[in-house]
């Protein structure tokens, strides 16, 4: 039910659920509001909570020092990186 690759919904989990610092909650309406405008009002996703705290999948400490490293070097003029094609084909299996 979408023109995509993913439903509105799984379109709209997808986009926010990994949110950082964001209640699952939260992150439920936001999918709603998205579902409904993404339709054009015809759908609208049920929401029903019972829970007692709020529940945070993506806690970012805010406060904590940002590590920065180092950038890695070009590969050499004409030549190919091949480290970085076995790395990207070594991670897309997984």
Not at 6 to 24: D, E, M, R, T, Y
Not at 25 to 53: C, H, I, Y
Not at 65 to 72: D, K, T
């Amino acid at each position: 039910d979408g023109s995509g690759e993913h439903s509105p919904f799984s379109a709209a989990l997808l986009q926010h659920i990994g949110a950082s610092n964001v209640s699952i909650t939260e992150a439920m309406n936001r999918v709603t509001g998205d579902v409904f405008k993404a339709t054009a009002g015809k759908q609208r996703p049920w929401l029903n909570v019972s829970l007692t705290t709020e529940v945070v999948l993506h806690k970012v400490d805010l406060n904590a020092p940002l590590i920065v490293g180092e950038a890695s070097a070009p590969p050499a003029e004409g030549g190919s990186d091949a480290s970085n094609t076995g790395a990207a084909g070594a991670t897309a299996g997984q």
